[in-house]
T-cell receptor, first 115, second 111 residues
Framework: DGGITQSPKYLFRKEGQNVTLSCEQN?????MYWYRQDPGQGLRLIYY???????QKGDIAEGYSVSREKKESFPLTVTSAQKNPTAFYLC??????????????FGPGTRLTVL | DQQVKQNSPSLSVQEGRISILNCDYT??????FLWYKKYPAEGPTFLIS?????DKNEDGRFTVFLNKSAKHLSLHIVPSQPGDSAVYFC??????????FGAGTRLTVKP
């Protein structure tokens, strides 16, 4: 089955600790994305990558870092610099062709709670 | 700057009736619009889309209408079923670039 996996589903961390969220896809998609969802708000783009070894900041990149060493993987690190890290994090991928009909497919999400 | 707005945070409908979810946008460059459905603790799943060259797209019980002059789109679900109860996100993109999402509308379909 092709799809996007995120692990873990729930994550708890102490304030001041860095934490890395995993995202893997076997859809052979070139583009991958990280979004954050907060109550009452739409999905906000953190980082995206259109090709291996390249990524760009989204709207709310401060306090986050990413890497894209493999096509299948796009891990997100929430650093201690992120002032309000508790949220639901969603990873997505798309073919990245740049066509206007390029649809994003989402993983199940990781709920991060910082205590 | 919220370029995509869903002004109704929630909607309750009786089973069998029509559900109408609304979405407004401000960026006239948007040329592709999508609706995603999201269950609790899961990622959004793609539901239906429409490009700006059309004003209607239908897929089974789901129809999306686009009014470009009003910068408004809506999702109609007919007939509504209890399994349709979820949060619905409207999304828009311009020339395949970054997608912008609305805040979502929670639909509850009562049996």
């Amino acid at each position: 089955d092709g799809g996007i996996t995120q692990s873990p589903k729930y994550l708890f961390r102490k304030e001041g600790q860095n934490v890395t969220l995993s995202c893997e896809q076997n859809l052979n998609h070139d583009a991958m994305y990280w979004y954050r969802q907060d109550p009452g708000q739409g999905l906000r783009l953190i980082y995206y990558s259109q090709i291996v070894n390249d990524f760009q900041k989204g709207d709310i990149a401060e306090g986050y870092s990413v890497s894209r060493e493999k096509k299948e993987s796009f891990p997100l690190t929430v650093t201690s610099a992120q002032k309000n890290p508790t949220a639901f994090y969603l990873c997505a991928s798309s073919t990245g062709t740049g066509a206007i009909t390029d649809t994003q497919y989402f993983g199940p999400g990781t709920r991060l709670t910082v205590l | 700057d919220q370029q995509v707005k869903q002004n109704s945070p929630s909607l309750s409908v009786q089973e069998g009736r029509i559900s109408i979810l609304n979405c407004d946008y401000t960026n006239s460059m948007f040329d592709y619009f999508l609706w995603y459905k999201k269950y609790p603790a899961e990622g959004p799943t793609f539901l239906i889309s429409i490009s700006s060259i059309k004003d209607k797209n239908e897929d089974g019980r789901f129809t999306v209408f686009l009014n470009k002059s009003a910068k408004h789109l809506s999702l109609h679900i007919v007939p509504s079923q209890p399994g349709d109860s979820a949060v619905y996100f409207c999304a828009a993109s311009a020339r395949g670039n970054d997608m912008r999402f609305g805040a979502g509308t929670r639909l509850t379909v009562k049996p």
